[in-house]
């Protein structure tokens, strides 16, 4: 959130290698590499997540962090309409995650808010 995204890339990596697995810091790695401008990067990360998925729960709310740092807002708006949808915990963040700043005012957002219960 600092803007330091190049050290943020680097200690993602590291968790990355001690976390195995886990779609949280691989999910943190693709944000990171799209606010730095690294889109490339920031999609492979997407399709490591879709193969993870195939074994293993990748929370779509991750997802959405890294196409709403892509600016890709129509597949952010999805991926969090469907980590609402499998009742995920982590939409009841959406009222103060900054990672979804830019997708505020889009009425889509808002109403997933609303949906939620979440104050606006």
């Given at each position: 959130?600092?803007?330091?995204?190049?050290?943020a890339?680097?200690?993602?990596?590291?968790?990355?290698?001690?976390?195995?697995?886990?779609?949280?810091?691989?999910?943190?790695?693709?944000?990171?590499?799209?606010?730095?401008?690294k889109?490339?990067?920031?999609?492979?990360?997407?399709?490591q997540?879709?193969?993870?998925?195939?074994?293993?729960?990748?929370?779509?709310?991750?997802?959405?962090?890294?196409?709403?740092?892509?600016?890709?807002?129509?597949?952010?708006?999805?991926?969090?309409?469907?980590?609402?949808?499998?009742?995920?915990?982590?939409?009841?963040?959406?009222?103060?995650?900054?990672?979804?700043?830019?997708?505020?005012?889009?009425?889509?957002?808002?109403?997933?808010?609303?949906?939620?219960?979440?104050?606006?």
């Amino acid at each position: 959130m600092q803007g330091k995204h190049l050290e943020a890339i680097g200690e993602y990596q590291k968790a990355r290698q001690i976390e195995g697995g886990i779609a949280e810091p691989l999910a943190a790695l693709g944000r990171a590499y799209a606010l730095e401008g690294k889109d490339r990067e920031a999609r492979k990360v997407l399709d490591q997540l879709k193969e993870l998925s195939s074994h293993s729960y990748v929370p779509p709310y991750n997802v959405a962090m890294i196409y709403a740092a892509l600016g890709q807002r129509e597949e952010a708006l999805a991926a969090l309409d469907k980590a609402y949808e499998e009742r995920s915990w982590y939409p009841v963040l959406l009222a103060v995650d900054p990672k979804f700043d830019d997708l505020r005012c889009n009425p889509h957002f808002q109403q997933l808010v609303r949906r939620i219960g979440l104050p606006p």
